[in-house]
Every structure is written in structure tokens, then in C-alpha cells.
């Protein structure tokens, strides 16, 4: 009798479960109607020559040099070394990371500030498309964003619209007007140390400017290539890093390239 309940009971359980998941997936549907995505991104004006070759630009009307380029015009090593820092199961999660905010809602309550954040390349992407005061509504409206964007886009189509959103500064905003701006390069051209300081600077883009906070970024850069060389120890032990502990530039770039 006892096992007979069981099964009537996980029965109604899945039966709950699956009537959640309908209703959610066609309020969601609903939604996006009445709340289409806002992504219709204005970008600079590039003048070229008949080689390619920028002559001039001009500001966005919201004054942004943000300048459009395509995820293959962007070198493959800064891309994946974004996704390495910032999402690096973005490939896998539909646009929110549940693990990621469990985690992270467990150290800032535990250390009573926000010390840890939860958001993915896809809610970045939607913060941009999107900007608003920052508390829990506006983290609600980014998730929501994250699952429309997904639902809309591919992943890589995902990732290169953060690619042109992203913020390094003032008012520059993507990967292709950082490198030209900054290093006077495509980013398909990009040295290794000039990849690793586009892929920190986003994370403080207020406090890591090119030029006047130099020292900051280059003791960034090294922080976080230790933090990916104990990650490579953990993974692939001590041989490997020995090997390349006199580079460990080179040896976070040869596990990511």
C-alpha cells in the first residue's frame, strides 16, 4: 500500500511539475511579445579606404565610439579568453547560471556585502541593451533579457553582441574600438598582453583606463593570470606548469588557444 502511495504520489509530483513548466514556457512566450527586446543597436561610422583601412569615425548619437565588427574579425585566443574569465559555461546555460547565483548569494550573504555577482555574458549583453539602477529588479529584468536574447539569438551571435556592447571606459564601447583607440591595431591583430588587458578591463572600466592607470591593470593582469595558472594546476597538474612557470602568460594562453 505504502509503495502504491509512492507511485501515486511521484505521479502527481511530475504531473505538477510538467503544468509548471507549460505555464511558464507560454507566459514567457507571452511576454516577449508584449515586451520585445530593445536591441536596436545604433553603431559609429567607419570611413574606409578601398584596402579596408579606417580613415575616420564618428560618436554615436548617445556619444559612443562603438564600432561594430563581425566574431570572425575578432582574434579567437580574445575571444575565448573573455568566455574564460567571464562565463566560462556560457556555451552551456540557456542565458542565467543557476549554480552561479546560488553561489554567489551564498558569499554575499554569508559576508554581508556583494562581494561575488552572478551574471552571465547573456545578461551582460542584456544590462547593455538595457542600463538601469542596480538592485533586484533590474536583475530580474536582465534574466528575463538573457532568456529572450537566447531565445532569439545563437550563442555566438550572443557573444559577439557582447563583443561590440562592452564597456572599456569613458565613452568606448567594444572590442573593436578598444584595440583601435588604444593600441591603434584590429583586433584580429592583438599581442598577447594587449588580449589579457581587454579581457580584464571590462570587469572595472571606470578605474582600468589605458594611459592613466596602467600599474593597476598590468598588477589585474597578473592576479588573474595566477588565478588561471592554479585553475591549469588543479586541472592538469604540476607538469604542465612547471613547464611553462616562467611564462604563465603562455601557459594560460596554450590551454585556452
Not at 538592485?135 to 529572450?148: C, T
Request: hydrophobic share 40%; proline share 5%; net charge positive.
Amino acid at each position: 500500500m505504502k509503495l502504491k502511495f509512492t507511485k501515486q504520489r511521484l505521479l502527481k509530483v511530475l504531473r505538477w511539475s510538467g503544468i509548471t513548466v507549460v505555464f511558464l514556457f507560454v507566459l514567457f512566450l507571452i511576454l516577449n511579445i508584449l515586451l520585445p527586446l530593445p536591441d536596436d543597436i545604433e553603431y559609429s561610422t567607419l570611413i574606409t579606404d578601398n584596402k579596408g583601412e579606417l580613415i575616420n569615425a564618428y560618436l554615436t548619437k548617445d556619444e559612443k565610439w562603438r564600432m561594430k565588427t563581425e566574431l570572425n574579425e575578432i582574434s579567437p585566443l580574445l575571444s575565448k579568453t573573455i568566455i574564460a574569465k567571464e562565463d566560462k559555461y556560457f556555451y552551456s546555460h540557456p542565458g542565467i547560471n543557476p549554480a552561479a547565483i546560488a553561489r554567489a548569494a551564498v558569499k554575499n550573504i554569508f559576508r554581508l556585502k556583494r562581494t561575488s555577482g552572478a551574471s552571465t555574458i547573456t545578461m551582460q549583453v542584456a544590462k547593455a541593451l538595457e542600463p538601469g539602477d542596480r538592485n533586484i529588479w533590474s536583475k530580474i529584468r536582465e534574466s528575463f533579457r538573457a532568456l529572450q536574447l537566447e531565445w532569439k539569438y545563437s550563442k555566438d551571435e550572443i557573444l559577439q553582441l557582447y563583443l561590440n556592447l562592452v564597456p572599456y571606459g569613458g565613452n568606448i564601447e567594444g572590442v573593436k574600438a578598444a584595440s583601435l583607440l588604444y593600441f591603434k591595431k584590429n583586433p584580429d591583430h592583438l599581442s598577447l598582453a594587449e588580449i589579457t588587458a581587454l579581457s580584464i578591463i571590462p570587469n572595472r572600466p571606470s578605474s582600468l583606463v589605458i594611459g592613466k592607470n596602467n600599474d593597476l591593470i598590468i598588477a589585474e593582469r597578473n592576479r588573474w593570470l595566477q588565478k588561471c595558472q592554479r585553475r591549469i594546476y588543479r586541472t592538469y597538474g604540476p607538469r604542465f606548469v612547471d613547464t611553462n612557470s616562467s611564462r604563465p602568460c603562455q601557459c594560460c594562453f596554450s590551454i585556452l588557444g
